[in-house]
């Protein structure tokens, strides 16, 4: 009984907190906490993607995510979550956490986008999976998919198939 007074009495001071103007983001990763604990998966889930609607660079949001999701067996949004925060936080992914099942290729593509620098597109660290090693990457030249994934290649090697025998030269207008 007193428990159920307490859930009654954090849900009342979320909904004030809310209406007051408090911070939606924050409202619903509380909310999102609360609702995993008590083992309100499929709720939590709502809330906790509402909050990265809100912050969808923030380490807490990101966490919370990965956990739900992996209960959820979304493993591929878990990575995706995970590998947000070890590229920005060098925060190690817990491949432990992960059956070896979930490593598929779709999954490795995608931590590989999530893993990447925006600035260096499309160059993206190649993600990979052993389960002896783990997770490894390599760099690859990425285009909705990898090019020439089963090869070893530099990106430099890899581009220069794609350009002229003359190089890549830049132009002035109107030569």
């Given at each position: 009984?007193?428990?159920?007074?307490?859930?009654?009495?954090?849900?009342?001071?979320?909904?004030?907190?809310?209406?007051?103007?408090?911070?939606?983001?924050?409202?619903?990763?509380?909310?999102a906490?609360?609702?995993?604990?008590h083992?309100?998966?499929?709720?939590?889930?709502?809330?906790?993607?509402?909050?990265?609607?809100?912050?969808?660079?923030?380490?807490?949001?990101?966490?919370?995510?990965?956990?739900?999701?992996?209960?959820?067996?979304?493993?591929?949004?878990?990575?995706?979550?995970?590998?947000?925060?070890?590229?920005?936080?060098?925060?190690?992914?817990?491949?432990?956490?992960?059956?070896?099942?979930?490593?598929?290729?779709?999954?490795?593509?995608?931590?590989?986008?999530?893993?990447?620098?925006?600035?260096?597109?499309?160059?993206?660290?190649?993600?990979?999976?052993?389960?002896?090693?783990?997770?490894?990457?390599?760099?690859?030249?990425?285009?909705?998919?990898?090019f020439?994934?089963?090869?070893?290649?530099?990106?430099?090697?890899?581009?220069?198939?794609?350009?002229?025998?003359?190089?890549?030269?830049?132009?002035?207008r109107?030569?």
């Amino acid at each position: 009984m007193q428990r159920e007074a307490l859930d009654d009495d954090f849900l009342a001071q979320l909904a004030a907190y809310r209406t007051a103007g408090g911070d939606a983001g924050h409202a619903d990763v509380f909310a999102a906490q609360y609702l995993l604990h008590h083992g309100e998966t499929d709720t939590a889930l709502i809330c906790a993607e509402r909050a990265y609607a809100l912050r969808p660079v923030n380490y807490e949001v990101w966490k919370l995510l990965a956990q739900i999701y992996k209960a959820c067996g979304r493993y591929t949004e878990a990575l995706v979550m995970e590998g947000y925060a070890a590229h920005l936080y060098e925060i190690p992914i817990a491949v432990a956490d992960y059956p070896a099942e979930a490593f598929t290729p779709q999954a490795l593509d995608r931590l590989s986008i999530a893993m990447s620098r925006p600035c260096t597109a499309p160059i993206a660290p190649r993600a990979s999976y052993d389960a002896d090693a783990g997770l490894t990457f390599t760099e690859g030249v990425f285009a909705g998919e990898f090019f020439c994934p089963s090869t070893r290649r530099s990106h430099r090697a890899t581009m220069s198939a794609f350009m002229p025998s003359r190089g890549c030269r830049a132009t002035a207008r109107g030569s």
